[in-house]
């Protein structure tokens, strides 16, 4: 049995930006979404840690997946995140996302993202527009 739900399958056919992160799929369901990847020597930014989009990047996949994952299409409005600690390159970043409100429009979704040691490395607030459109 996979443990990708269909909606994400289906999303991850045209997800570019998740696959070129290497993005291994730990969980998926309605609402709540796991992920796994290793930061590269070309995510560093000039300090040579990791550029704070990588670990944006790999929680806001999981964002989406989790808002997705009931069925509508839901697409950003906002999104924060705090950085927390600093990402090194090797190091395996382990993001976690789940929906915390839903409405029949709007779609709140709190994640996080750890690095191989436990440490937070992140935190994220979304809020998503769900559209009528079907998956």
């Given at each position: 049995m996979s443990n990708i739900h269909p909606v994400v399958e289906k999303m991850l056919e045209g997800d570019e930006m998740t696959r070129w992160l290497k993005v291994e799929v730990i969980e998926t369901r309605e609402?709540?979404?796991k992920l796994q990847m290793t930061v590269r020597s070309e995510m560093a930014n000039g300090f040579n840690i990791a550029h704070g989009g990588i670990s944006f990047s790999l929680a806001?996949?999981?964002i989406a997946f989790s808002a997705n994952a009931y069925g509508r299409h839901a697409v950003s409005l906002n999104t924060s995140i705090r950085?927390?600690?600093?990402?090194m390159v090797g190091d395996t970043l382990i993001a976690e996302a789940e929906v915390k409100d839903l409405k029949?429009?709007?779609v709140n979704v709190d994640?996080?993202?750890l690095n191989q040691d436990g440490v937070k490395?992140?935190?994220l607030q979304a809020t998503g527009y769900r559209k009528s459109e079907q998956w």
């Open positions: 609402g709540f979404c806001d996949s999981a950085h927390l600690h600093p990402v029949h429009k709007i994640a996080f993202v490395v992140a935190d």
